[in-house]
Nanobody, 121 residues
Framework: QVQLVESGGGLVQAGGSLRLSCAASGRTFSTYAVGWFRQAPGKERAFVAA????????YYSDSVKGRFTISRDNAKNTAYLQMNSLKPEDTAVYYC??????????????WGPGTQVTVSS
């Protein structure tokens, strides 16, 4: 069993920044890839970013590439999503997930409850 808790969400003006954290329980954190996904009201959950188990390979959706950075600290069982140059269309509930490295949410088996990010214009 793995438990994930996201934090760091909030309200920010367009152009601002936020850093989300994902704290994971257990010693198996480093055996999973980490993915960040987001879901806006009325929309499907969408891929944001992923990082491999060792943190050396990263992948981003086109919509966030160049603005967001995913990272992880396996010693702290924590992953991060640094979000810069935020846009109103980034507004969503952001979820951290553990699973197989990729952009399909079906590849991820453990999910946090999400944290709200709201970007005002």
């Amino acid at each position: 069993q793995v438990q994930l808790v996201e934090s760091g969400g909030g309200l920010v003006q367009a152009g601002g920044s936020l850093r989300l954290s994902c704290a994971a329980s257990g010693r198996t954190f480093s055996t999973y890839a980490v993915g960040w996904f987001r879901q806006a009201p009325g929309k499907e959950r969408a891929f944001v970013a992923a990082v491999t188990t060792g943190g050396t390979i990263r992948y981003y959706s086109d919509s966030v590439k160049g603005r967001f950075t995913i990272s992880r600290d396996n010693a702290k069982n924590t992953a991060y999503l640094q979000m810069n140059s935020l846009k109103p269309e980034d507004t969503a509930v952001y979820y951290c997930a553990l699973g197989q490295y990729g952009s399909d949410d079906r590849q991820y088996v453990y999910w946090g409850p999400g944290t709200q990010v709201t970007v005002s214009s």
